[in-house]
């Protein structure tokens, strides 16, 4: 899947010359993965605001007020403070540990947010981002964690999946290899939340068949809402479980 003006081509379509009369109604970057440019402004900012709550820096902001807040930890989630199983995921310990979260999330975004669509891809970043956090309790309940690493990790295996599904192995090889890379980074590099990551991937990858299920006609003529219900199911097991074992 390759990014035209003419919208997502395979590699070889891609490459194949297309008469294309610009205009001012050309779609752009921003239009076509909306949601991804959002998410991306929205940690930015919350990036910021650590700096200015007490943050060290832009290298080393974990003495930010709201990563104690707003982090993810077992004991504070049990005592009732739901909401930082999302809101953890927006926090990030300083400018490299965000840089590389955002940085794979527009690569991946821009490709893969118009090639399933946006209110899929949404869902599929919130519900990697919910497994994310139930995996980081699971293993790691006791410890404060944050990042977007999850979400991130779930759009990752969802691109290979759904570069899979439809033919684009070129594509998928590539992510495969990424993917391989980045969890010998995670099991490699102390202080890393395993759980976290592995939570998220694995849901990435389980939307993704749910949504190339739904193209291949599997899931019934309105596959669309099916694929909704069955990622919401997946997203409300991941809070309940996330819930269960801190």
């Not at 902001?61 to 077992?74: A, D, E, K, Q, W």
């Not at 199983?85 to 400018?95: D, I, Q």
């Not at 192995?169 to 993917?179: P, Q």
């Amino acid at each position: 899947m390759t990014p035209t003006p003419v919208g997502m081509r395979c590699p070889e379509c891609a490459s194949q010359r297309t008469k294309v009369v610009r205009g001012v109604g050309e779609a752009s970057l921003s239009t076509t993965a909306p949601a991804t440019f959002v998410l991306i402004a929205i940690n930015v900012a919350v990036f910021l605001a650590e700096i200015a709550t007490g943050g060290g820096g832009f290298y080393n902001v974990s003495g930010s007020s709201l990563i104690y807040h707003y982090g993810l930890f077992g004991p504070f989630v049990s005592e009732g403070e739901w909401y930082r199983l999302v809101t953890s995921a927006f926090l990030h310990e300083g400018l490299l540990h965000i840089a590389g979260n955002m940085l794979l999330l527009f690569f991946l975004g821009r490709i893969l947010e118009p090639g399933i669509g946006t209110p899929r891809f949404v869902a599929l970043y919130v519900v990697s981002l919910l497994a994310g956090s139930f995996g980081a309790l699971l293993l790691s309940p006791d410890t404060l964690s944050y990042g977007a690493s999850g979400a991130v990790f779930g759009v990752l295996g969802a691109m290979f999946v759904v570069a899979r599904g439809r033919g684009v192995d070129a594509l998928a090889s590539s992510v495969g290899v990424l993917i391989l890379l980045n969890l010998a980074f995670s099991f490699g590099v102390p202080g890393i939340s395993i759980g976290a990551h592995l939570g998220g991937l694995a849901t990435g990858v389980l939307c993704a068949l749910l949504i190339i299920a739904g193209e291949r006609g599997m899931l019934g003529a309105r596959h669309f809402p099916a694929e909704m219900i069955a990622m919401t199911a997946i997203g409300i097991i991941s809070i309940v479980g996330a819930l269960a074992v801190a």
